[in-house]
């Protein structure tokens, strides 16, 4: 089964430009979540989809939104971008194994955003 | 909120064995994971526990008691490979749904010494 791949790998853009970030999970799994992750900071959770549907949410502002789409290929997205959103995005796939079932998540490679 | 405390960064040599601690404070407590981070790369499962107890895999061994929200993560017969962070993550039990966000650690940061 071929992993949890995230497009584009590296990003540069501006202080209050845009950007859109992809995530397609392993197949199968219908759950995605994102993830920030600098240095400071470590992980911090951004918010997880289920089935086209948000079901958890971070803290984060409302310039950082997400959306999940009926083959559970997930985009985020940040908008008027700060110096301090420069960090490693990770997004995660879980499977859903119902009541009582462990469900792993597996991180993509991540897209690392630079903002300038 | 969640309280996770690991260690930030821990030293051994090659061929030792380490021992990475993490210990918790959350409630509706739905399991605990390790992940391994090598620089510049994703997280990798590393183990799960959701039941107290020793689960062992190869080098790598995870202990977890819930009544003193504590676990750890054991290495073994250490290589150099082996560097990297070590994320420690507690699942919660989500609403209306068997499944939970995970809350992670800061990162245990070892570095192996030939």
């Known amino acids: 089964k071929a992993g949890v791949t995230q497009t584009p790998r590296y990003l540069i853009k501006t202080r209050g430009q845009q950007v859109t970030l992809s995530c397609s999970p392993i197949s199968g799994h219908r759950s995605v979540s994102w993830y920030q992750q600098t240095p400071g900071q470590g992980l911090q959770f951004l918010f997880e989809?289920?089935?086209?549907?948000?079901?958890n949410k971070g803290n984060f502002p409302g310039r950082f939104s997400g959306r999940q789409f009926s083959n559970s290929r997930s985009e985020m997205n940040v908008s008027t971008l700060e110096l301090g959103d420069s960090a490693l995005y990770l997004c995660?796939?879980?499977?859903?194994?119902?009541?009582?079932?462990?469900?792993?998540?597996?991180f993509g490679p991540g897209t690392r955003l630079l903002v300038l | 909120g969640q309280n996770i405390d690991q260690p930030t960064e821990m030293t051994a040599t090659e061929g030792a064995i380490v021992q990475i601690n993490c210990t918790y404070q959350?409630?509706?407590?739905?399991?605990l994971f390790w992940y391994q981070q090598h620089a510049g790369e994703a997280p990798t499962f590393l183990s799960y526990n959701v039941l107290d107890g020793l689960e062992e895999k190869g080098r790598f061994s995870s202990f977890l008691s819930r009544s003193k929200g504590y676990s750890y993560l054991l290495l073994k017969e250490l290589q150099m490979k082996d560097s990297a962070s070590y994320l420690c993550a507690v699942r919660r039990v989500g609403r209306g749904s068997t499944l939970g966000r995970l809350y992670f650690g800061r990162g245990t940061q070892l570095t192996v010494w030939p």
């Open positions: 995660a796939s879980s499977s859903w194994g119902g009541q009582g079932v462990m469900e792993t998540q597996y």
């Open positions: 989809y289920f089935s086209e549907t948000q079901r």
């Open positions: 959350t409630s509706g407590f739905n399991g």
